[in-house]
Each structure stands twice: as structure tokens, then as C-alpha cells.
């Protein structure tokens, strides 16, 4: 008797009507669109979706996170329209499956940095000389960096070290932040000596203010081709986004951040 | 053994411990169930409550039949009518003393309930205290309570389960003389279970003596006491003069 | 401050904790009375939240309703949007996870009144579901609302389970909790201790009020 009561309960508890929503997902409804982006993007991103909205009053929510973890839930089905990938890898990876309009845009090209937060017994120079010494002299208690499975930063931050003869010894200092402004937030804080964050958010005041950063020449991994591409479900709002990110205003921002911007690569 | 008015009880059964007994009261009679402790008293009553269910058996009451093995019949506590007077009183601690007996009332209009209850407390001797909790109420008022909660239901059966155990010897005195004028009054079976052997000899037409879960002889009190059936019955008779 | 955030962990809050009323009430009590063989094995099963790693959890729910499963499809079939990281995936979710938050001080309530108590109600005329009404309700509300109080607070709490089935899509799963840890990536160190003393106090006043009524559970039947 309590079981038939309870599935009673259970019962019209599904007909609740589905939890009120901020805004839903279907883009038909008019609600503002979610746009998943790579973590290494979030002040260049924040700040051209602000001029977005003060222009054309239209919000865009954000949703942050590694390239690797946002595509696995676009896969699943998350309700995103517009994606920007740290790696066009994963991109084609959904354009395949179908999950996207086109093959998408390039967007940027990224860079990394090693940064060292204030007081660090490391010091930051683009040749990682120190971070050399450092190794030796066993000043290295933590380094940062994202973590390579799914996350571009990460992946290229492995590729230097291994370029420089410094991913093995470094094994047992490393901890591995779950995208890269996690990675960045690990470097900034101690017990970490540094790590090798995005360059974009090593020019970030929040961060720049709390240490010191140099920027890796490009030879030493493989270039970080960020790529952006509309889902399936985008609708209009987001379409707009897509095409004003390729506009001169956003292009400065991204510029400002330390991005290479695409038709500007040699 | 002919169908008596009043209640018949035919029970065996395993649980909670294993019994096999078999018992009757006609109306206006008063049956004490006696019996060292851990013989199975009351679970019987339990029994006879509905409370417990038993394995095989049968048990009628005023023309009903409540429990029947044979047949399947087996109602629920609340579609038997008995007046069950429970040793720790079980009163509802979240009720006034008047709503406690106005609980037992669901049967009668609602208009009625609150006089009839009120009625009843007063035959109690209890008028003035309608309004207390059972907290509020000392042992022998919270059994007075119970008591008029049980005849509120309009019983077919009353059974009463330990009433002098927690008792001092005042409210002793005075539940002896309450049980005896309810025994003229009503015209129903009542049974009692005890293992007090002097209040049920003074009290009780018809005595049973349990032990273990088995009767063991039935008869007037004076009857057992002066031609016990087997040497056991003279011992528990011996013992319950202690 | 992200208010929509809180909105969203509050609204989250209030539903699963309407949901986990009659689950609840209806699991506790049958759990204090029934005399089942397989009443223990009941317990520990629905135990299992309290102590399972919150991401072993959003990994089970997330193949029970996620994208590929066929609970996602039919919820997805029927409504147009997908279970997984929508607020009824997460509300599915809060509630499993909180049904032994629920469960237990309902449970232990229910056991608290006398059985005697219950048997003077049937003997009185009173139907099992009068006495369900009439007495264990009122004799077990203060743990039955100690123990939604209890689930709500740990609702407001929940992370790796809603992160996993969720995501953080501001305005549909991303609560207060996952707001504070998207703070600290964003080196918004100021917002985020804004939140986290939020819900510290928030989470202190849930246990005075658990407290207070676990006092009542026990002046009741005293």
C-alpha cells in the first residue's frame, strides 16, 4: 500500500510542469543563446560579449571549460549553439559526428607563457632557463599546467617540455589543472612555483597582477589553431555572435590578448 | 461445544512466540487470562484484537466471525469493534484526554462526538481534566482515560491487557470497583490478562491459566484453586498467591 | 554576487525537496515498519549516496539518462531537450543523492512512536491511512522536516554530481557552488568569497534548524 502511494507521488511529480527556466534552449523560443568556450578565451571573450550586448542588446550566456570537456557534452547533447574550441581537432571531431552547420571558422591562433607568481623562487624567460635550473637545483616543489587530455594548452604545454628535455624530470612537480585558466589559477597560487598558461590569460590584469609571464616562441609546440563553429541548433542570436567575432572590433580584443589573429599569421 | 454469544476464541500460531489455545466468554461475563510472564497473555489478546495473526483458527464475537483460517476471513484491527485497554494506556500524546476518546468516536455523527466523549470522561470521574494531555495526567487518571476510549468505540469485546500491573494500591482499590460496576453495566465480554492472581480470583467469572503458550485448565476460580488439573496449575496457582 | 545562481540552487533546493516529501515519507515509514526480510538490504541501498564519491554517482546517472541512453532519448522524445544537462537532469540527480538525507531522519521519526501508540489507533477505529494522517504525521513531522531541511541545505552544497550531469550552463545548472568554483578560475576572488560566506551561513542556519527540531523528535515521545 505505501509502495502504491509512493509511486502516486512519483507520478505526478513528472507532471510538474519542467522547472522554470531562466531561458530555455530552443532558440525558436528566443532565449538568449549558450555558447560554450575554451577556458584559455574567458577575459578576451567576457569583453567583447559585453560590447556585444551594449550594441545589439542581445544577451549570450557563456559556459567555460576545457575544449576537450565542452565537446564530450556537446556530444551528449548540451543545449550549446556556438562552440569555440582551443584545438580545431575537436571541432572537425563534431563536424563529423554532424553535430555542426559547417567546418567552422578560425578564430584565433593561441599562445602560451610560462608565468610565475610574485615571490616565486622560479623566474620567468622564454627560453625556460631558469625553469632548467630550478629543476636542478630542486627549487621546484609544483608546476602547473593544463591537463593534456583535454585540453589544448595542456597538450602543447607537454610539447614544449618534451622539446626541452624537461617533461620527465618535471613528472613528479606537476599538477594538472582541469583547463587551462584552472591551470592558471594553480600557477598563480602558491604551493606552485608557476606553469605554462595561456598567454590570453597571462595578459589578463586579474592575473598579470599577480606575477610575472613570458611568452614561448611558437616554435617550441605546435601551433594552438582555435577554431569556432556553429551547433546545429544555433539559432539566430548566436549566428550573430558568430559572424561579429570576425568583425574588426572583436578582432582588436582578441588582438589585445595576445592572440594571433588568422590572415595576420605569416 | 455449543456457539456462544460472546467471544470464542480458537487460536494456534508461531509468532511472535508459539501458542495453541482456545478460549470463550460469554457477554456479561468477565474471563481472566493468568498466567506467569512470557506465556504468550498478550499475544492471545493480541490475537483476538487482530493485532497478531494467527496460523490457523477461528475467532467469533457477538454473532461475527473475525478470524477464520479455514476460510480466509481475517478483518483488521479497525473493522472489529473491541475496547482494547492497553498495559502502558497507548494514549495519544499529541490529543487532549477529550480528544483521545473522540478519536475512538469515528463511527458516530460528528455533531455527537465531542458530547458523547465528554459523557464519557465524566463517567470516568475525570470532568475537568478534558483538556489535558496524557503528560499532564497522572497513571491512574491516563488509565481511566484509555479505559473510556475503549468503551467509546462501542466494543463488541472488551479486552484489557495488565491493568493492575503499574498501579499503586489506591488506584488498585478503585479500578477493582470501576471493572466490577462496567461488568454489570455491559453486557459484553471481558477479558482480562493478568498475572496477578488475587484481583483475578476476586474479579473474574471464568479464569484460563496459560503458560507457555497453552491453556491449561478453565474453570470459576474457586474451581481451579481447589481441583487444579495437573501439578503445574497448583504450582502457578501456588506462585501467584506470592 | 550571481543572483540567477542562487535563484537557480534555491529553485533546485525547493523542488527536489517537494519531491523527496511524499519519497521520503513514504520510504521512512515503511522502513520503520515493516517487518520484511529484505528490510535491510532496502537500507543499505538507499544509503549508498551518503557514501558514494559524487563523481561515481554523476557517472551512473549520466548512463542512466544521459545522451545515448534510452531514458535520455524517450525524456528527450517527449519534451524536445535533452535530461542531461537540463534542471530536470539535475533535479533527478539532487534527488537520488539526497534521498538518504531525507530518508534517515524520517525513518528514525516514524520508529520513535510507540508501536503501541499505532495499534490503540487501529483498535480505535482508525483505517491504516487515518492512522498514517492522524498519527504518525503528526507525531514524526519535526524529523520528516529535519530531514527535508537537511536535504534542501545539502542541495544548495551539491558539486561533482551536478557538475557531471549538469555542466555549468548559467541559468539552467550552473548553481551557486559551481558559480563560486568558475570564480576562482576567473581570479574573482572577491565573488567568490561573497558566495561561499552566502552559503556557509545559509548551510549554519539549516543545521540550527535541524538541531532544534531533532530536540522536539525528542521531548515528543519522551
Known sequence: MKIRRALAC???????????????????????????????????????????????????????????????????????????????????????????????????????????????????????????????????????????????????????????????????FLVLGENASQAAQFASAGPAQGGLIPWSLALAPAVSALGESALLPEAMHEPLRQRMVLLKSAGKDASAFYAYLQQPAARDILKRFGFLLPDETP | M?????????????????????????????????????????????????????????????????????????????????????????????????????????????????????????????????????????????????????????????????????????????????????????????????????????????MCILDCGRVLQTGAPREIREHPASAQVAGLVDAGDD | MDRSALALSFRLGAFTVLLLLPIGVALGRWLAFTRLRGKGGAEVALSLPLVLPPTVLGYYLLLAFGGGSALGRGFEAIFGHTLAFSFEGLLAASVIANLPFAIQPMQRSFEGIAPEIREAAACSGLSPWQVLGRIDLPLAWPGIAGGLVLAFAHTLGEFGVVLMVGGSIPGETRTASIVIYDRVQAFDTAGAGAMSALLLVLSIVALGVVQLLSSRVGRRHG
Open chain 2, 2 to 206: 455449543g456457539e456462544r454469544e460472546g467471544l470464542d476464541v480458537r487460536v494456534r500460531g508461531e509468532q511472535p512466540f508459539a501458542f495453541d489455545a482456545a478460549f470463550g466468554c460469554g457477554t456479561a461475563e468477565m474471563l481472566a487470562i493468568v498466567g506467569p510472564s512470557g506465556s504468550g497473555k498478550s499475544t492471545l489478546l493480541r490475537c483476538v484484537a487482530g493485532l497478531v495473526t494467527p496460523r490457523a483458527g477461528r475467532i467469533g464475537c457477538g454473532g461475527e466471525v473475525w478470524f477464520d483460517a479455514a476460510s480466509g476471513v481475517d478483518l483488521p484491527p479497525h473493522r472489529r469493534r473491541v475496547g482494547f485497554v492497553f498495559q502502558s494506556y497507548a494514549l495519544f500524546p499529541h490529543r487532549t484526554a477529550l480528544g483521545n476518546v473522540a478519536m475512538a468516536l469515528g463511527h458516530a455523527p460528528v455533531a455527537e462526538r465531542d458530547e458523547r466523549a465528554r459523557r464519557l470522561l465524566a463517567k470516568m470521574h475525570l470532568e475537568g481534566l478534558e483538556q489535558r494531555r496524557p503528560a499532564e495526567l497522572s497513571g491512574g487518571e491516563q488509565q481511566r482515560v484509555a479505559l473510556a476510549r475503549a468503551l467509546a468505540r462501542e466494543p463488541k469485546a472488551m479486552l484489557l491487557d495488565e491493568p493492575f500491573a503499574a498501579v499503586d494500591r489506591a488506584t488498585r482499590k478503585a479500578l477493582f470497583r470501576e471493572l466490577a460496576s462496567l461488568r454489570h453495566e455491559l453486557s459484553l465480554p471481558i477479558v482480562l490478562v493478568t498475572h496477578d492472581l488475587d484481583e483475578a480470583e476476586r474479579l473474574a467469572d471464568q
Open chain 1, 10 to 172: 512519483l507520478l505526478l511529480a513528472g507532471l510538474l510542469p519542467p522547472g522554470s527556466r531562466a531561458a530555455g534552449p530552443n532558440p525558436a523560443a528566443g532565449a538568449s543563446p549558450i555558447v560554450a568556450a575554451a577556458a584559455d578565451v574567458r577575459f578576451a571573450l567576457d569583453e567583447i560579449v559585453a560590447r556585444f550586448q551594449a550594441e545589439t542588446r542581445k544577451n549570450i550566456r557563456i559556459s567555460y571549460g576545457s575544449s576537450g570537456e565542452l565537446t564530450r557534452q556537446i556530444e551528449q547533447g548540451a543545449p550549446f549553439e556556438m562552440f569555440l574550441a582551443a584545438d580545431e581537432s575537436y571541432v572537425f571531431r563534431l563536424a563529423d559526428a554532424g553535430r555542426t552547420r559547417d567546418r567552422g571558422t578560425l578564430y584565433a591562433i593561441g599562445r602560451l607563457a610560462i608565468f610565475v607568481p610574485r615571490g616565486s623562487a622560479l623566474r620567468a624567460d622564454a627560453e625556460l632557463r631558469d625553469l632548467r635550473a630550478a629543476l636542478a637545483e630542486g627549487r621546484i616543489v609544483r608546476f602547473a599546467i593544463a591537463n593534456p587530455e583535454h585540453a589544448p594548452y595542456g597538450r602543447a604545454a607537454e610539447q614544449v617540455l618534451r622539446s626541452q628535455g624537461l617533461w620527465e624530470p618535471l613528472q613528479p
